[in-house]
């Protein structure tokens, strides 16, 4: 089995646009990849094909109604990204002081969810499908603005 793996990268510049002002524009992202995930054994069979995509009925039946959730394999098919794009300006005033702004955009995206398992949205795109990213969790675009003195 692969070792779980992540890859971290950023790109900054800043530069100076007045005597005591800079600009900071940043890109941060990261790929994770082999993370370990277990499926259901007993998903329900996919009801369709809806533009090119596995599609599975609300409250579709398991393939083996005599039979619950099987979490009975892990695979090390699970896999994240993300990117974010951060923007800061900082001015400096006599005294020691300064203001400072922010503001980060950041998307994550992965095509599981949780700890060894994947979850069903209520939208029907199929559970097992390695190749079905979504947006992860609560917060798959985040936007954060910060002005400190």
Known sequence: MNDPTKIG???SIQQQIASQT???VAYAGAHSYH???GNNGN???PAEIRNG???FAPNAP???PNLGQLMFWVTPDGASLYHSLQLGINRRFR???QLQGSYTYAKNTNNADGVFGRYLD???TVPQDPDDWRPTGDWPVLTSAIISL
Do not use: E, H, S
Request: aromatic residues 12%; proline residues 4%.
């Open 62 to 64: 398991p393939r083996n």
């Open 22 to 24: 800079a600009i900071t």
């Open 95 to 97: 005294g020691g002081f």
């Open 122 to 124: 209520v939208g029907g």
């Open 43 to 45: 998903d329900a069979l």
């Open 53 to 55: 995509r596995k599609y």
């Open 9 to 11: 990268y950023t790109l």
């Open 35 to 37: 993370q370990l995930n």
